[in-house]
């Protein structure tokens, strides 16, 4: 794993609690360790001896490793993780790009809130139908769920607008997120990336 992950190389850390999630630039890397800064706020999610679970862009796709926490620095803020480096998984590009999630959310067009379904979702954005008459000059503020119950607020702006075939009343919306905070990109990350895992190991 050491060749596909160097330093400098940003990965995603996810702890048991999701809040703690954070994304960072590798500081050290030797055969099994990987150093990486963390803040302040992020690092009393973190227990010495716990499993995390964490991702990485690689030219090959989206690789996905279990390591352990072995060090925990409070005094320099730097987190210390053992992996073993044989056991990892990579997703390839075109199998994680989008996951079907077929799941009803919020959408807010000025003062009128309507409920939307979203069709399928990646890290960058969502395809949904809604009745709701969308402009594409404009953002909108939507809100959903993934398979928690912590809502992902953020806003929307919808890129293409077809019309669903078979009805005049409703529009298939693709588009992407924009002010999407860095803890609900891993979110969508995470939850993408597993998706896709069990529909190819199916």
Do not use: W
């Amino acid at each position: 794993m050491k060749n596909l992950l160097k330093k400098h190389h940003q990965i995603y850390c996810v702890p048991e609690d999701i809040q703690g999630a954070f994304a960072a630039d590798i500081q050290k890397i030797s055969e099994n360790c990987i150093e990486v800064g963390v803040s302040e706020k992020d690092i009393e999610y973190y227990k010495q001896g716990e499993q995390i679970e964490s991702f990485a862009v690689v030219e090959d796709g989206m690789l996905y490793f279990k390591p352990v926490v072995s060090e925990i620095n409070t005094q320099n803020k730097v987190l210390k993780v053992s992996y073993d480096k044989d056991k990892y998984e990579i997703l390839q590009r075109r199998e994680y790009t989008r996951v079907d999630f077929e799941k009803e959310f919020t959408l807010t067009n000025g003062e009128k809130e309507c409920v939307c379904k979203c069709i399928d979702i990646c890290a960058g954005g969502m395809k949904f139908v809604t009745s709701e008459p969308l402009n594409t000059a404009q953002d909108y503020k939507i809100e959903f769920t993934l398979e928690s119950t912590i809502p992902i607020s953020c806003y929307f702006k919808p890129i293409r607008v077809l019309p669903q075939k078979g009805t005049k009343q409703e529009n298939i919306i693709s588009g992407r997120f924009i002010a999407l905070k860095n803890i609900d990109k891993i979110a969508i990350v995470q939850f993408c990336f597993k998706k896709s895992m069990e529909s190819t190991n199916k």
